[in-house]
C-alpha cells in the first residue's frame, strides 16, 4: 500500500492550485465586462425614466393646455384677430394635438372636435377681408411674423397629412373624421392657394406669393408626409372596373377629400423646372419624386380614382415632370420604390413589386381612349412621346429582371414557397395560387392600351415625325439628351418587354393579345427586318441571292473537285460533343467511333459559307443587345403570323416578304439557333431562343412542303462542327432519358440540337441515328434480360390468312411493349390447314407486310386515301362507329412500330397532316391543301371574297356523312346560330381548317400515337418532319441502284456471282425502266422501293435461289427455253429464279411475272 503523498508547497510561498495567468485575465476580463454592462444598465435606466417623466410632463401640459384652450375659444366668439388667432389659438393648438394624437398616431374624440373647430375659425380667418382678422397678413408682416407664420403654416399642413393618412371612407364608424379630414383638406388648398386669400393687394403680391410657394415647397417636400399620407388614404379606397360606375359624378365628402388631395399633389409641379441638370429654382425636384414614389406605386391607382379626376393626372404637366424624374434617377428612384411600404406590405405588392405598377399605371396614365389616341396632335395632350417609350422600357426591365431573381419565369410560374412575398399567415398552396393569379389576371389587364393597333400606329407616325425632322439627332448612349430621341430600336424594346410581361402574368393566354396587334399592323414586320437585315448583313445581300444557284455553277465539275464533304467535324467542335458524352458514359475518346458516314453528302463549300451567316456564328452571345432584342420581337411576331399565313400569300404573292427575303430569314434563324445551342446560352437569352426556335420550325416545315430554300442552306451552320452519328446519338439518349426520369426543364445546350433541329445533319444520318436508338435500346433489353438468346420470350401466334387483322388483333394488341420481341407466326390456310414451314423471321417479316396491306386498304374502313394525287393514308371519320375502331387504329400503330423497328419496309404513306400528329405538331390552315385541295381552294374563296359574305349563307357547322347519315357539327357553341359576316369570316376559315385538321382526326392520331410509341420512343420520331418519316416508313427514292443491290445479294441452292443466268439478270436490271425495277424489287420484297441506307440494310438480304429446270443445251443458240415463270418469297426476299439460257426469255418472264402479280408464295 503506498503511503499518502505530502501536501505540496510552492516555493514561490503560494499553494499548487493556484490560478493560472490566462484564467486570471480572463477573469478580470468578464469582470469588467459585468461593471460596464452594469452601467450601461444604469443610463439606460436613467434615460428610460428621463424619457418618461418628460412624456407624463409634455402629456400633463398638453392637457391643461387643451383645457384653457377649449375654453378660451368657447369664450372668445367674436374680436378675433390674426395676431391672437397665431399666439393665443393656433400655438397651443399645434402643441397638444401634437402631443397627444400625432405622436401616438391616434385620434380621440375630444381632439377631433377641438380640430374641428380650429380648422373652422381658420378658415374663416382666411376668408376674412379684414387685414387685422385675416391670419394670412402675418405671411406680409414683419420679419418675425412671417416666420411664426410659415412655422405654424407647416405645422398645419402636417396635421392635416396626418389626418389624411388616418381617414377611412370605407369605416362606418369614421364619420367624424372623414368629416374633419375634408375640412382640414379645405384649410391647406386655402392656404396654398394664392387667389383665396382676401388681404392680397398690389402693395404685398410678391411677399404673398413668396410666402405661398415656400409653402407649396415644403408640402412637396418629405418633411409634410403628404405624399406618404396621400398613399394610405388611396389605398383604402374601393377598386372599380366599372366605366359607368366611374362616370358617376360624386359630391360627398368622400369625394371632396380624394378631388382635394389629388390638387394638393400635383400643386408642386407648378413650380416644375427640371431639365438634364437637375431641379429647377424651387425644391419641386423632391414633390415629383414622392408623387412617382408614392402615388404612381398604388396598386390599380386609375381604378380607384373617380373618373373626373383623372384628366388632371394625365395631363401633360403632371406626367411630363415624372417621366423627366424617371430618366434621369432611373437607378436610384427605382430602389426606392423597391424599399417602399417594406413593413406594411399588401398582398398585391407582394406578388407585383411597386415599380410594377409604377409602370401599369403610367401606361394607363399615358394612354387615352381610342379617339384621343386617333388625334393626330398626341397621346394625351403634349404628351412627350420619346420620353414615355424610354420610362416604360426601363420600369419593364427592371419588372423582369425582378422576376427572374425571385424565380417567376417567363410562363407564369413562381416559387411560392421561396422567401419572397412569403405570407405571414398560413395559407394554404392552392389559396395562394388562387390569391396570385386573380392578381396576375387583373394587373395585366391595365396594359389593354399596348395590345391596341392604334397605339402602335400612332408610335410609328411619331417615329416617321423624328426621322424626317432635326429631333432625330444622335446623341451619346445612357445621355439623358438622347432620351428625347425616338428610334424603332426603342419601339422595339418597348414591346419585346410586353410580350415577355405578358407570357409571364399571363400564362393562359401568353403575349397572344400583343402578337395580334404587332402581327397585322402593316409594314411593321418590314420595318424591323430592314433594320435586323441591314445589322447583320450590312450590303452583302445580293451574295445571299446568288447562292441557290450554287450548284449549277460546279456542276460540270469532277467528283474529285467538287468541295469536301459535308459532314468534316473540325477538332473543337468533335471534342465539344464527345466530352458531353464522356460525362455521360465515362468512356474515354479512343472508345468513341468516328466513323465516317457522309460518304454522299457533298456540297459546294462556297454556297453553303453564304448560308452560314458569319455575324451569328457565335450565337446570341456575339451579338448585341439591341440586334438581340429586334431579333426576339421580329421572330415572336413573325412566327405568330406564319400560322395563319397561307400558301397563296406565301407562295403567290409573297406577302409580307418575298421569297429571296424568307431564304435569308431562314439562314440567319437557322445560324442563330444552332450557334446558340452549341454555345448552351444562358438564361437570360432564353426568351430569344424560345421565340426563334418556334420561328425556325414554321419555316422549316413551310420549306419542307412546299420547297422554296435550297437543301444546303439547313446543313450549313453544322457542315464542318457536327459530331459523328454515334456520339449524337448516345448523347441524345442520356440527354432524354434524363428528362424522361427526371422530368427536367429543357435547356438550350448543344445535346438539344438533334431535337430542336434535326435538319442540320443530312437525312441519311439521321436515319443512321434512328437505328443506331433501335441497336442500343436492344442492347439494353439485352441487358435487363427481355432477350438473352436466340428463341427467348418469342411471342407465338396462329394467323388465318383470310382474319389475318382480327387474329393478330385478338393476340397481339394487349402486349405494348412486349412487341419488341420476335414474333413466331404459324399461319393456317383459308382451307383450315396449317401451313409448312419454320419461321426463321421471314414469316413474321411476311405477317406485319399482309396485316398492314389488309388493313390500311379502305375497303376495310379504318383508314381512306386523301383526294390528292398522292392518294395517301388517312384515318376514316367513320372508324370510330366500328366495333373496335379506334383500338383498331392503336393496334396499327404498334404494327407500324414493330415495321419501324425490325427495319421492315411497308409500301405506305401517310397524310402530311396524319403524320404531324405523330411527330407533337399543330396543323394549321396552308396544310389542308394536303388533305383537301378542294375544301382548301373554298376556304381561300371565302378568306380572300371582297363582297358581302353573308351572300354565301354560311354559319358556324359542318356537316358529316356516316353509314348514309348526315351529322351537323357545330364549329364552336352556338356555330349553327351563328351567321358568317365580313367580320368573322376569318374565325370561320380558321375554325373549319382547325376541326378538319386537328380537331377531327385527333382521337384517332392519338390511338396510333399511343401504339406507336410503345415501341418507338417520340424522341426519335422527331428526327424527321412529315415527308421524311413516310420515307423512313416505306424506303427511298422511285429507282434502284442496281449495282447496290448486286453487291448486297445473296446467291443459293447453286447460283452464284459468275453463274451465267444471274448475269443476265443482272443485265435486265439494267435494261428495265426505273418504274419496272420498283415493280420487280415489289415482286421479291413486298416494298417497291429501296431501303434508306441502301440494301445492305435490307432484312433478309436479297437473294436470288437457283430452279432447276429441264432445258435443252440449244436452248441458248435459239431452241426452245425454260417455260416456268420466276417465283418470290417475300418473306425471306428471295427470287426464285429459273435456269433462263437467253436475256429475251429472262426479260419477258420477269415482266409477266411481276405485271400479273404471279409468284407471290410461300417456299
Known sequence: MEEPRKHQVSLRGASAKEISRDALLEKVSQEREHRHYARRAASAAIFMQRVWRSYNVRRKVALELQEEWESLVKNQAELITGDFVSSSILRPFIFYITCLSIRRRKILSREINCMHTAFKILLDSINSTDSRKNICSLAVGTIEERRTWAYQAQKLISICSFLLGECDTSCAGSTDVVVLTSLALRLVVALTDLKSWKIVSDDNIGEADAAVKNLVCFMGSCKSGLYVSMRRYITKLDVCFSPKVKNIVQTDDKFLITASAITLAIRPF??????????????????????????????????????????????????????????????????????IDLSSMDCSLKVIPPFGWALANIIGLASGNEKDFLDSKSLNEGLEYASYVHVVTILADNLLAWLHNVGWNEKGNQNLDGKEGASEEPVSMQEAETVYGSLKTSFIDLFRPVCQQWHLKKLLEILKRYTHTDEAKILPPKNVESFGNLELLDIAYFYSYMLRIFAAFNPMVGPLPVLNMLSFTPGFLGNLWGVLESSIFGGNTHAIGDASQGKSKVSGRKKEEIDKKLKQPNKDGVNKWVNVLQKFTGKSQAEVDYADSADDHQVDEDSSDVWDIEPLRHGPQGISKDVSCLLHLFCATYSHLL?????????????????????????????????????????????????????????????????FCPPVLWLSPARKSRPTI??????????????????????????????????????????????????????????????????????????????????????????????????????????????????????SKEFLTDISKAAFSPEYGLFSQTSTSDRLLIPNAAARHLENGIQMIEFLGRVVGKALYEGILLDY???????????????????????????YRNLMYVKHYDGDIKELCLDFTITEESFGKRHIIELKPGGKDVCVTNENKMQYVHAMADYKLNRQILPFSNAFYRGLTDLIFPSWLKLFNASEFNQLLSGG?????????????????????????????????????????????????????????????????????????DAPIWATFGGPDVERLPSASTCYNTLKLPTYKRSSTLKAKLRYAINSNAGFELS
Open 1037 to 1109: 427514292d422511285h429507282d434502284i441502284d442496281v449495282d447496290d443491290l448486286r453487291n448486297n445479294t445473296r446467291y443459293t441452292g447453286g447460283y452464284s456471282e459468275g453463274s451465267r443466268t444471274v448475269k443476265l439478270f443482272w443485265e435486265v436490271m439494267k435494261d428495265f425502266e426505273p418504274k419496272e425495277r420498283c415493280m420487280l424489287l415489289k415482286f421479291v420484297t413486298s416494298c417497291s422501293r429501296a431501303p434508306l441506307l441502301g440494301f445492305k440494310y435490307l432484312q433478309p438480304a436479297f437473294t436470288i435461289h437457283k430452279v432447276a429446270s
Open 270 to 339: 407648378s413650380l416644375t423646372t427640371i431639365d438634364a441638370t437637375g431641379p429647377g429654382q424651387f425644391d419641386s425636384y423632391s414633390a415629383v419624386e414622392q408623387y412617382c414614389l408614392y402615388l404612381l406605386t398604388i396598386p390599380w391607382l386609375t381604378q380607384r380614382l373617380p373618373a373626373v379626376l383623372l384628366p388632371a393626372l394625365k395631363h401633360k404637366s403632371t406626367l411630363s415632370p415624372c417621366m423627366k424624374i424617371l430618366l434621369i434617377s432611373r437607378d436610384k428612384i427605382v430602389k426606392k420604390m423597391s424599399d
Open 909 to 935: 404513306s401517310f397524310s402530311h397532316v396524319f403524320v404531324q400528329k405523330l411527330l407533337g405538331r399543330y396543323s394549321f390552315l396552308d396544310e389542308l391543301s394536303t388533305l383537301d385541295p378542294e375544301l
Open 726 to 843: 454515334a456520339v449524337a446519338a448516345r448523347t441524345h439518349e442520356v440527354l432524354s432519358a434524363n428528362i424522361r426520369s427526371e422530368d427536367a426543364k429543357v435547356v438550350h445546350s448543344a445535346g438539344s440540337i438533334i431535337t430542336s433541329m434535326p435538319h442540320v445533319f443530312p437525312f441519311d444520318e439521321r436515319v443512321q441515328m434512328f437505328r443506331e436508338f433501335i441497336n442500343m435500346d436492344k442492347v439494353s433489353r439485352k441487358m435487363a434480360g427481355e432477350v438473352s438468346g436466340p428463341g427467348s420470350r418469342a411471342v407465338e401466334i396462329v394467323v388465318r390468312r383470310d382474319h389475318i387483322v382480327e387474329d393478330g388483333f385478338r393476340q397481339l394488341n394487349s402486349l405494348g411493349s412486349r412487341l419488341k420481341s420476335s414474333i413466331h407466326v404459324s399461319f393456317v390456310s383459308e382451307s383450315g390447314l396449317p401451313e409448312a414451314g419454320l419461321d426463321y423471321g421471314g414469316l
Open 643 to 707: 400560322l395563319v399565313l397561307d400558301d397563296i400569300e406565301f407562295y403567290e404573292k409573297q406577302v409580307p416578304f418575298t421569297l429571296e427575303q424568307q431564304r435569308r430569314i431562314a439562314s440567319v434563324l437557322n445560324t442563330l439557333v444552332y450557334n446558340g445551342l452549341s454555345s448552351s446560352v444562358g438564361q437570360q437569352n432564353g426568351s430569344l431562343m424560345d421565340s426563334a426556335i418556334r420561328c425556325l420550325h414554321l419555316i422549316y416545315e413551310r420549306d419542307c412542303r412546299h420547297q
